[in-house]
Each structure stands twice: as C-alpha cells, then as structure tokens.
C-alpha cells in the first residue's frame, strides 16, 4: 500500500512539470490546410424546388465549368500578424468532383487566429492549377480577364438555355468565421498542437440566381430563379439562339415586384447576376466573410454592366 501511493505522487510531480514545460513552448505547432469544394449545386446541378434548395421557377440546372482564382488567403491573428500568406494564386474547376486542397501551412503556433481573409481576383498566367482543372480554361481567363467563369444549361419543360459567363470582379473575403453552430460561431480558425485544421473555401453555385443581394434580414425569403434570366435571350432585345449572355441580360429590365433591388447599382438583371456573383465565396460551408469589392474601377463605370459592353 505504501508503495503505491508514492507512485501516485510520483505521476503527479510528473505531470505538473510537463504542463509548466508545455506551457513554456506556447503549445505547440499545427498545421492549417485550405480546401475548395463547390458542394452538391456545382458538382451535381440545381433541381427544380421550392426556391431555397431548387429553382423556384420550375428550372433545372447544371454547371459545365465553375471556374474560380483565389488569391491572397492569409492567416493573422487578433492583432493583424499574418502568420502564412498563399504563395501564388490558385485556379480551380470546382464542377471537378471532390474537395480540393489549394495550400497547407504547417508548422504555426498553436492558438487562434481570428483574422482569415482571402480574394477572388482575374487569372495570372503563372498561377498553380489544382487538380484536374484544365489549363486551357485558365489560358481563357488570363486572356479575358476574368476572375470566375460560369458555364453551363438550364432547363425548364422543353426549353434549354445556355450560358458562358465571365466575370471581372475583384472581391476580398475577410473577418471569415464559421456559421453559427449551438449557438457559436468561430472567428477565424482554431490551430491546435500536432493536428491539421481544415478550412473550406466553398463556393455556392446558387447564389448567381437569387432574388436578393442580401440573404437573410428580409421581409420575405430569398429564393433562386432562372426566368428572368432566360427571358433576356428571348427577343425582341435578346437574340433568340438560346445561349443567354451577360450583355443580354444587361438589357433586361429588372422587376422589383419579384427582385429585391435594394443595394443595387444599375436596373438590369445583368447588375444584379454581377453583383452576386461576388457572394459565391464562403468559409467552411455556409460561414461567411466581409465582401469587400476591390476593383480598381475606372470613372466611367457606374453600373456594373458598363464593364460587359
Ligand atoms: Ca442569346
């Protein structure tokens, strides 16, 4: 008996001396890894719904190409010191099934960092292409100058319709946290000694099609349509051959009986599908970032259709 609890003593000195020594290394190092996935909308297509998880409108769609260049993903922590930045942009097909990894920063302190921040910017010619995507996608970006690129078909009865659309937009994400999950929403990310915490930068292939710029705080509930969208092909503005075009929607009228427009620069579909086409980007599935447009715009735009003449 007397043996025993002197080694129960032992164990305990023992313990108390590796969490002084612990505390001394400022616990540790971990490894922060970012991802991109386009979820089920991207990969799979849109369905048909009731507005929030399909097309209110009786269309279906699905994505040929998601194509996205993210620049600039940085950890820093409360006080603003970035602690890993991307080495170069990264250009990712996000309709390529599966999660996708765009950069790993091991060997980080092992603590919070509540400041993750990243851009989606126009293509470079020498950025890393992830995964399968296919470089002669990337070539058409860096040529155009475009920072997303959507393509695809929509469908609704007997009618298709087409689109290949670009983007210029240049948009930062920041103060990036989780949503909120029993009650708690995470600022940043959580780097804990010897594990790898995973950030996905996933992009949301039914936000290109809401009715309002801002989710949520809404008298009504934000759904997803194609009709309006459609209808710019349709003549007499839009050519007919059923491809629908960004300079054709730039010509359709928006309705604000069925279209929230608050915020809205311009009065077109066109202005509304660009603006939110910066929203496609978010943090860990459905937790957000600030959207920030960071385009250096010249003074003869005032609408964003002015940029797709
Ligand atoms: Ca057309």
């Not at 054709?248 to 579909?269: F, H, K, R, V, W």
Request: with cysteine.
């Amino acid at each position: 008996m007397k043996s025993k609890s002197a080694w129960v003593c032992l164990c305990v000195v023992f313990i108390g001396v590796a969490g002084c020594s612990s505390d001394a290394t400022s616990g540790g190092k971990g490894t922060e890894q970012f991802t991109t996935w386009g979820e089920e909308f991207v990969e799979d297509g849109i369905p048909a719904g009731d507005g929030t998880s399909g097309f209110v409108d009786g269309w279906s769609l699905k994505y040929a190409k998601f194509l996205v260049n993210f620049h600039a993903i940085r950890v820093a922590d409360a006080d603003g010191n970035v602690v890993a930045e991307l080495d170069k942009p990264r250009f990712v097909d996000n309709v390529k099934p599966g999660v996708k990894e765009l950069i790993t920063f091991p060997g980080l302190d092992a603590k919070a960092y509540t400041q993750v921040s990243y851009e989606i910017k126009p293509a470079v010619a020498d950025e890393e292409i992830v995964g399968d995507s296919d470089p002669d996608d990337l070539k058409m970006m860096v040529k155009e100058g475009y920072s997303v690129y959507f393509e695809g078909t929509a469908t609704k009865k007997k009618v298709t319709k087409t689109f290949h659309w670009g983007f210029k937009t240049q948009t930062s994400y920041k103060d990036c946290h989780s949503a909120e999950e029993n009650g708690i929403s995470t600022e940043g990310v959580v780097v804990t000694n010897n594990q790898t915490d995973t950030s996905q930068l996933t992009t949301h292939g039914d936000h290109l099609y809401y009715d309002s710029l801002q989710s949520g705080d809404n008298a009504k509930p934000t759904l997803i349509r194609f009709n309006e969208k459609a209808a710019a092909d349709d003549g007499p503005k839009g050519d007919g051959d059923g491809d629908v075009t960004v300079q054709e929607m730039c010509q359709e009228n928006i309705d604000p009986e069925i279209y929230n427009t608050s915020g809205l620069p311009g009065a077109t579909i066109g202005d509304f599908v660009i603006s939110l086409a910066r929203t496609i980007g978010h943090f860990r599935h459905e937790g957000e970032c600030t959207i920030k447009r960071i385009d250096p715009v010249p003074k003869s735009v005032t609408n964003p259709c002015d940029e797709y003449p």
